[in-house]
C-alpha cells in the first residue's frame, strides 16, 4: 500500500508516510479510514518524502471538494497538518489541496519530518 497509516488516540495524533506511486484511491481510503476512527480533530503529519502523485486536475480537485465537505459539516473539525514534502510537484499538491479545502485549520509544508513535528507540538501545545 502506498499510504501507511497509524492512529494514535491516547497522542491525538495521525501518522502518514505515502512512498511509491499514489493515486485518489489511495487517498480517499486514508481519509476514509481517518473519518471512520473518529481522527479528524487529531493533529496529523503526512511524510509524502518519497511519494510520486499520480493525480490528474480531476482528481485533485475531488480531493479538494472532498474536504471541503468535511469542513462545512460544523461536526468536523480538523486538527493541524503539516506535510513534508521536497519536490515541486508535492509541493504544488499541497498548496491547491490548502486553498480548494478552504479549511480553517493549520496547515504547514516542511522539508524534514523533525520540522514537522516540532511545528505540530507547538500547535498541540
Known amino acids: 500500500m502506498p499510504i501507511n497509516w497509524t492512529i494514535s488516540h491516547d497522542e491525538r495524533l495521525v501518522l502518514a508516510t ?3 506511486l499514489v493515486t485518489l484511491p489511495e487517498i480517499e481510503e486514508y481519509f476514509d479510514s481517518v473519518i471512520v476512527a473518529g481522527a ?3 493533529a496529523k503529519l503526512f511524510d509524502g518524502t ?3 502523485l499520480h493525480l490528474t486536475d ?3 480537485m475531488a480531493v479538494g471538494a472532498r474536504v471541503s465537505a468535511y469542513v462545512n459539516d460544523k461536526k468536523w473539525t480538523g486538527g493541524p497538518a503539516a506535510f513534508v514534502v521536497t519536490t515541486r510537484v508535492n509541493r504544488e499538491f499541497v498548496r491547491r489541496y490548502i486553498n ?3 479549511s480553517p485549520r493549520q496547515v504547514q509544508m516542511f522539508e524534514t ?3 514537522a513535528r516540532a511545528w505540530l507540538g507547538e500547535q498541540q501545545g
Do not use: C, I, T
Open 18 to 20: 505515502a512512498e511509491g
Open 40 to 42: 479528524q480533530p487529531y
Open 50 to 52: 518519497n511519494m510520486e
Open 58 to 60: 480531476n482528481d485533485v
Open 100 to 102: 480548494l479545502s478552504a
Open 113 to 115: 519530518v523533525e520540522k
